[in-house]
């Protein structure tokens, strides 16, 4: 693996040496001394575009907890604000010899481009409604550490799926590893044709959440519906937002899960989000730093150190 940019495209045995990868690291994090020296020597750039809690504070935790030298790009100070460009910024960057570019754009596809201008390991920490792999990496350690294994499972994937590339990372990994995936959203948020993704889409969530394992929310992505139809919160919350109620369609000891940011009150209620026996969701953060540690991993620790890699193209 030189690159992760996303799931699609990746086999099943491929996803699960990164988790298996990733569950090795979990016993790390939860002991007194979490840091070795792995990654002594590589170097990591942390290049976010767009703002990030859990995505980025974990992979500088990761890469720190590695022995790595980690880098955290301030864009608002950088020449960004200048007018340089995403591309010209990672091949500023590049020149310096990182060993990986972990990077979150606005525009799907962004990072895939940057990755072709670079001679480093770019990890895609999400790139506009495209792709969020190391999420949906995450979202299946916590699946299978709860559940044992992800074949043969329900997933319900529930909320503004349209915008959302932590869907599209968890629909392509979920269908990939055996799970059945359903869709739920509003019409308006449903994008057309996702049905070829291999997923059941349903507009009625008490429908689409019969009978499921597990139950996935999403936020309404609002900074990426701009001139399209917003719905009220409260209209949404009325036939989108997870309640007891709604979840008591799936299955008694279905998981509850989201990736977060949270809108509490508003794809979920909060009572649901905080079920100390069904969310998961405090254990996807913590699956979040075992994940990156296993694909920071992956991707720097065998490969050639920066002085013996050639140009772009040779590499
Ligand atoms: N889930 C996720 O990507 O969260 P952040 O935006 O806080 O990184």
Not at 210 to 232: I, K, N
């Amino acid at each position: 693996l030189r690159h992760l940019l996303g799931i699609e495209g990746m086999d099943a045995q491929e996803i699960v040496a990164l988790l298996d990868r990733a569950e090795s690291y979990v016993a790390v994090n939860q002991a007194a001394n979490k840091t070795s020296d792995l990654l002594a020597g590589r170097t990591v750039i942390n290049l976010f575009f767009e703002t990030s809690t859990r995505t980025r504070t974990s992979f500088e935790l990761a890469g720190k907890r590695l022995g790595a030298d980690v880098i955290n790009m301030e864009v608002a100070w950088s020449s960004i604000k200048k007018g340089e460009t995403l591309i010209d910024t990672a091949m500023t960057l590049n020149a310096m010899h990182p060993d990986a570019l972990i990077v979150r754009a606005p525009d799907s596809g962004a990072v895939q481009l940057l990755s072709e201008k670079v001679n480093c390991a770019v990890i895609n920490a999400g790139d506009g409604s495209h792709e969020h792999p190391t999420q949906a990496l995450l979202d299946a350690l916590t699946i299978r550490r709860r559940r044992g294994e992800i074949a043969g499972l329900k997933v319900a994937i529930s909320g503004d799926v349209a915008h959302s590339r932590v869907a599209r990372s968890n629909i392509h990994l979920l269908t990939t590893l055996g799970a059945e995936v359903r869709v739920i959203a509003p019409p308006t948020l449903l994008p057309s044709g996702i049905e070829t993704l291999g997923v059941t889409a349903f507009t009625d969530m008490r429908a689409g959440l019969a009978d499921c394992d597990v139950v996935m929310m999403l936020r309404l992505q609002t900074e990426r519906m701009q001139g399209s139809y917003v719905p009220s919160i409260r209209e949404y919350f009325r036939f989108y937002g997870l309640d007891y109620d709604k979840l008591a369609h799936a299955k008694a000891d279905a998981l509850i899960m989201h990736p977060g940011p949270m809108n509490r009150g508003v794809e979920i209620d909060s009572v649901v989000a905080d079920d100390i026996d069904r969310s998961a969701i405090r254990e996807q953060v913590e699956m979040g730093v075992a994940v990156r540690m296993g694909v920071l991993d992956a991707l720097t620790r065998q490969a050639p150190t920066r002085a013996t890699t050639g140009d772009v193209d040779g590499s």
